[in-house]
T-cell receptor, first 116, second 113 residues
């Protein structure tokens, strides 16, 4: 079974600086998708960025980028120029491409604190 | 554009009571699902549906029922609430069952005493 591990329960960063959140996963499949979701205090889950495993190029969305290392099964999220609004729980998630129930497998989350 | 709407936002039940968590989406999404979120854990899939009239079990289905009579609605029923069902419940939908991103509701915090 696939698993997703986020080894940092909490991270803090000074406003305007860069922070990297770690995520590793375990799978025997070659085709899958990886996601980072943000959960602010409002509780809603918001998609931050998505990566298809067959794409070697790392995904980027404005200040958010990933470092996808398929062989190492690592999928870290880099947030540049951190802003107060980035404070939230961040979840890494995995979805098998041929999966029969399209389930997302989630990590336990990393709480990101932004220091003004 | 409302997206995914969940009601209620909060609910307290006594052990043995039943209730229905409502979920509606207005994006004509084929795929809908229910997850629960427990402290220190990621979300876990309860039930899902790939279209009207089609439902199936996820990772933690026991104690829950679902139905999908229309494309828009996907209610989650707790048959006989137990303290172990205290959690935050999320409904999520996507355009197709594949790699389309999930759109989440705002969640329902359920406490069972």
């Amino acid at each position: 079974a696939q698993t997703v591990t986020q080894s940092q329960p909490e991270m803090s960063v000074q406003e305007a600086e860069t922070v990297t959140l770690s995520c590793t996963y375990d799978t025997s499949e070659s085709d899958y998708y990886l996601f980072w979701y943000k959960q602010p205090p409002s509780r809603q889950m918001i998609l931050v960025i998505r990566q298809e495993a067959y794409k070697q190029q790392n995904a980027t969305e404005n200040r958010f980028s990933v470092n996808f290392q398929k062989a190492a099964k690592s999928f870290s999220l880099k947030i540049s120029d951190s802003q107060l609004g980035d404070a939230a729980m961040y979840f890494c998630a995995y979805r098998s491409a041929p999966d029969s129930n399209y389930q997302l497998i989630w990590g336990a989350g990393t709480k990101l604190i932004i220091k003004p | 554009n409302a997206g995914v709407t969940q009601t209620p936002k909060f609910q307290v039940l006594k052990t043995g009571q039943s209730m229905t968590l409502q979920c509606a989406q207005d994006m004509n999404h084929e795929y809908m699902s229910w997850y629960r979120q427990d402290p220190g854990m990621g979300l876990r899939l309860i039930h899902y549906s790939v279209g009207a009239g089609i439902t199936d079990q996820g990772e933690v289905p026991n104690g829950y029922n679902v139905s999908r009579s229309t494309t828009e609605d996907f209610p989650l029923r707790l048959l006989s609430a137990a303290p172990s069902q205290t959690s935050v419940y999320f409904c999520a939908s996507s355009r197709t069952p594949g790699n389309s991103p999930l759109h989440f509701g705002n969640g329902t915090r359920l406490t069972v005493t």
